[in-house]
């Protein structure tokens, strides 16, 4: 029987009853399956700072000494609550549900407001607590998303189980991977059904070091560690031959199957749908990669493998990217010379922290 590692992106999460009926419900059998959960479509967001405008969320108000990030904390509360209660009709779940993320809310407040307090003694400064709080804050919007479905789940008979591998209460420490490793070695998949956070806490820091869409990450180590047959993760539309939100779904396809190589292309220019790094590791372990639409279940999506090497040149996919911006340096004197000035320039746009997408050289010329 296939065995495979799923993830549910945030928005369809936010669409719960299509992701209950298109996905964990389809299959007769239910198990053989891990899913990955991202936080509820906005919850980042407003923990954070929002992806695409930066409007900021409880970390920034927090960074920038505002004191209303702790309005903006029970402003959240009522809103993870107000999902709660469009989960859950029958009181005793709802409640469940609603005590669990207001303990983690709580701590969180208490556990800021104790930094501020101690950062306000000379000694001790802020900045050297924000990566941390930053952690932490993200962990809380997959812990609420992974811990309701996994109640949603028990009460219509699915043998669920919520992993946190947030960190809140329990000592995790170690790598992505052996973090994963030793929440995994309990688990029989053949008779549980584990909702794992998509956020986990790790030596590396997970936003720290892979960023917004983090649970992709987690999704893709987990199914390199515990050797998947497919990886599949659920979108709110196809990977398509354009960007839908700005073509337009009507005007653009589903591409029917990827590969690899063309999926770090599209990771290069930053394209959002899949996380650039999510793709790497299940190559390196030929783990296929199905991306589906959560609304279309019926629907095979894209099958992302290194099987597929089409024999014919084509265009598959235009994906594109604001703020790129063409450096060109021209100078007679680099001819036999190049290589070198590139180097140098290289090191200098590394320094900056800009990102690099493609590079063009001539005897002497820089691009
Ligand atoms: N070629 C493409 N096909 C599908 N989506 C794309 C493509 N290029 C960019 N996107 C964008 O990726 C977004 C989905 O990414 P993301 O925010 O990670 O969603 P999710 O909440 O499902 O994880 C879509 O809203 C879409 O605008
Ligand atoms: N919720 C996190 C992590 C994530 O992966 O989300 P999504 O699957 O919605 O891109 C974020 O917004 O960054």
Redesign the pocket.
């Known amino acids: 029987m296939t065995y495979t590692v799923e993830?549910?992106?945030?928005?369809?999460?936010s669409a719960f009853d299509a992701v209950l009926d298109n996905i964990f419900l389809r299959p007769k059998n239910p198990y053989n399956r891990v899913f990955v959960v991202?936080?509820y479509?906005g919850?980042?967001?407003a923990l954070?700072e929002s992806?695409r405008s930066g409007e900021p969320g409880i970390y920034q108000l927090v960074a920038k000494h505002d004191e209303q990030w702790a309005d903006a904390i029970d402003a959240l509360e009522v809103r993870l609550k107000m999902i709660n209660e469009n989960l859950f009709a029958d009181p005793l779940n709802r409640t469940r549900a609603d005590n669990f993320i207001s303990e983690r809310l709580k701590d969180a407040k208490d556990c800021i407001s104790n930094i501020l307090a101690t950062c306000s003694y000379g000694q001790f400064t802020l900045r050297q607590y924000l990566p941390q709080i930053r952690e932490f804050l993200?962990s809380i919007?997959?812990a609420h998303s992974a811990y309701n479905t996994a109640l949603k789940l028990r009460t219509l008979g699915v043998n669920a189980m919520f992993v946190d591998l947030s960190g809140w209460n329990n000592k995790l420490s170690g790598t992505l991977d052996e973090v994963i490793v030793e929440a995994f070695k309990e688990i029989d998949v053949a008779t549980e059904l584990p909702i794992v956070t998509?956020?986990a806490y790790c030596d590396e820091g997970l936003?720290k070091t892979y960023?917004?869409?983090?649970?992709?990450?987690?999704f893709s180590r987990i199914a390199c560690q515990t050797s998947a047959d497919l990886a599949i993760i659920h979108?709110e539309y196809h990977l398509s031959s354009a960007d839908p939100r700005i073509a337009g779904p009507e005007n653009v396809l589903p591409i029917g199957q990827s590969n690899f190589d063309v999926a770090d292309q599209l990771a290069n220019l930053g394209m959002?749908a899949i996380?650039p790094n999510a793709a790497s590791g299940l190559r390196k372990k030929d783990i296929p990669l199905q991306i589906k639409n959560t609304f279309e279940p019926e629907h095979k999506g894209t099958l992302i493998s290194q099987a597929y090497q089409p024999d014919s040149e084509k265009i598959e996919i235009i994906a594109g990217r604001d703020k790129v911006f063409a450096l060109h340096i021209f100078d007679q004197a680099m001819v036999g010379n190049v290589d070198n000035v590139g180097y140098e320039l290289m090191e200098m746009i590394a320094d900056e922290r800009v990102n690099l997408v493609g590079k063009e050289m001539s005897a002497n010329s820089l691009t």
Not at 7 to 13: F, H, P, Y
Request: no cysteine; charged share 30%; proline share 0%.
């Open positions: 993830k549910i992106g945030g928005t369809s999460m991202s936080a479509g919850i980042t967001d954070l992806k993200s919007g997959e998509g956020y936003m960023d917004r869409g983090y649970s992709e990450m987690t979108k959002e996380h």
